[in-house]
């Protein structure tokens, strides 16, 4: 079995439990702490790999990794999951759980980078028309990068549009060079 298969089944079992209770939206936040917990502090995963540590040690760790106050629904899967020796897989399976959540959920992430900082009725028209083109809501993050000098690049799932004025400079400055 690999790693993935792993993680997804893991994941799809907690999304279903969790939607069973009506608790899946909280499960999805603190298993977006999880997974930053494992990017923040990446011997985190040496930790839960480590067999000097207990049972009881390497869930504190991952409580701990959830932040303040978590669902005792996720205690109880931290503590399964150390039952079944996939404590290590915790960074794939928090990954996967948000997968499945944003994909049952009909979310899609973008991101936006801009010169300035874009006003709300901008970044509405935008988020209106993600949501129409991928019939989806958009979970949008937006990023002032002065180094754009004006315009914008959006990112939404594979997809990259870039508007920016520094990509305008490079595309005539390619075309003079080919001169």
């Known amino acids: 079995m690999n790693l993935g298969k792993i993680s997804i089944r893991y994941a799809r079992a907690l999304y279903n439990l969790a939607e069973e209770k009506g608790v899946h939206h909280n499960i999805y936040n603190e298993m977006c702490v999880v997974s930053d917990?494992?990017?923040q502090l990446p011997k985190l995963t040496e930790a839960l790999a480590n067999p000097m540590y207990s049972a009881d040690d390497k869930e504190k760790l991952l409580e701990t990794a959830a932040g303040i106050s978590i669902s005792p629904?996720?205690?109880q899967f931290f503590r399964f999951v150390i039952e079944k020796g996939r404590e290590e897989f915790m960074v794939f399976i928090a990954m996967s759980y948000q997968d499945i959540y944003r994909k049952?959920?009909?979310i899609v992430l973008g991101?936006?980078?801009s010169a300035r900082?874009?006003?709300e009725d901008s970044l509405t028209r935008i988020k209106k028309?993600?949501?129409e083109h991928y019939d989806s809501n958009l979970l949008l993050t937006t990023h002032v990068d002065p180094s754009l000098i004006g315009g914008f690049i959006m990112e939404v799932n594979n997809f990259r549009f870039d508007v920016s004025?520094?990509?305008e400079l490079e595309d005539i400055q390619k075309q003079m060079v080919s001169l």
């Open 37 to 39: 917990s494992f990017i």
């Open 73 to 75: 629904i996720l205690t």
């Open 104 to 106: 049952e959920q009909r």
């Open 111 to 113: 991101k936006i980078s």
């Open 117 to 119: 900082q874009m006003n």
């Open 129 to 131: 028309y993600i949501a």
């Open 165 to 167: 004025a520094k990509k």
